[in-house]
């Protein structure tokens, strides 16, 4: 090869590297470029609540670039697609991968409140299966232990009243039904449970009163006054008077049986 094909070689040579490393970095350019057009337009998606173009939007921010600027707006944009929809298994999802993938990012605090707040919101009516409630409850305290100084904390905590008074309503239910069935000690169990599980509940008071209830049938007075006492800690609310006055009605009426029993004896 002489000289002047040499040259004409080695230029065309250099030619093609310039248009491979410009080309590259086109390429480069372009994924951010569509990362940021993609968040936008989920952005765009989420604010008209048309939230399944948000999430098609969002994943191509993430399979693009899932270790860029937007990654994890977009990874906590997704788990509130989920929730607005009421997916919450699929809401929880999303906001995991946040408080995981994303640790660093301002958004993982709120995202970790999201997850126990989706368990919140699947949970049912006390009579049914409170799997999901418990999940919130530990969730949220799962949260305020590892956010003490949130500004989400006094939400939190309010979610966790509000959870242990439904939880502490479900077995106050049971012990009330097995009290009408006329299964005291059963019932009693129940009831003791309320009081040591869920002691700091608006049912406290209430499982005190039917607890004197079975008293009264049991016919053991002693324990039924000691009842008494510990409802009279209690603000007496137009309820509890109430059930207070049907309490004395039924001891009175116990009382007026057990002296008819006793006179059918002495006739004896």
């Given at each position: ?8 070689y ?10 491979g ?9 372009g ?12 952005e ?29 707006d ?15 298994l699929?809401?929880?999802s ?7 993938r994303y640790?660093?990012s ?12 989706a368990?919140y ?28 100084n949130?500004e989400?904390?006094?939400q ?11 939880l502490?309503?479900k077995?106050f ?6 009290r ?5 000690d059963s019932a ?39 009842m008494?006492?510990m409802?009279?800690?209690?603000k ?12 004395d ?9 057990i ?5 059918r004896?002495?006739?004896?």
């Amino acid at each position: 090869m002489n000289s002047g094909n040499k040259i004409r070689y080695y230029g065309l040579f250099g030619l093609f590297i310039l248009f491979g490393i410009t080309t590259c970095s086109n390429k480069t350019d372009g994924v951010r470029m569509d990362a940021s057009v993609y968040y936008q337009k989920g952005e765009e998606a989420f604010k008209k609540k048309r939230y399944e173009k948000a999430i098609d939007n969002f994943n191509m921010v993430i399979l693009n670039s899932p270790g860029g600027e937007l990654a994890d707006d977009a990874q906590y944009y997704l788990g509130e697609c989920y929730f607005n929809k009421k997916e919450f298994l699929l809401a929880v999802s999303e906001y995991q991968q946040v408080t995981e993938r994303y640790s660093y990012s301002p958004l993982a605090e709120k995202a970790y409140y999201k997850v126990a707040l989706a368990y919140y919101e699947q949970s049912p009516k006390y009579p049914l299966d409170q799997q999901s409630t418990h999940r919130a409850l530990q969730g949220f305290q799962d949260f305020i232990d590892t956010y003490p100084n949130s500004e989400l904390r006094p939400q939190a905590e309010q979610k966790i009243k509000e959870i242990r008074n439904k939880l502490a309503r479900k077995v106050f239910e049971s012990g009330k039904l097995y009290r009408k069935m006329e299964q005291f000690d059963s019932a009693i169990i129940y009831l003791d449970q309320v009081l040591e599980d869920y002691y700091d509940t608006d049912w406290v008071v209430f499982a005190y009163l039917e607890k004197a209830h079975c008293y009264i049938r049991l016919r053991q007075f002693d324990q039924y006054r000691e009842m008494l006492k510990m409802v009279g800690r209690y603000k007496q609310a137009e309820d509890i008077t109430k059930y207070l006055h049907r309490l004395d009605w039924l001891y009175k009426k116990e009382q007026q049986k057990i002296a008819r029993e006793e006179k059918r004896k002495q006739r004896r």
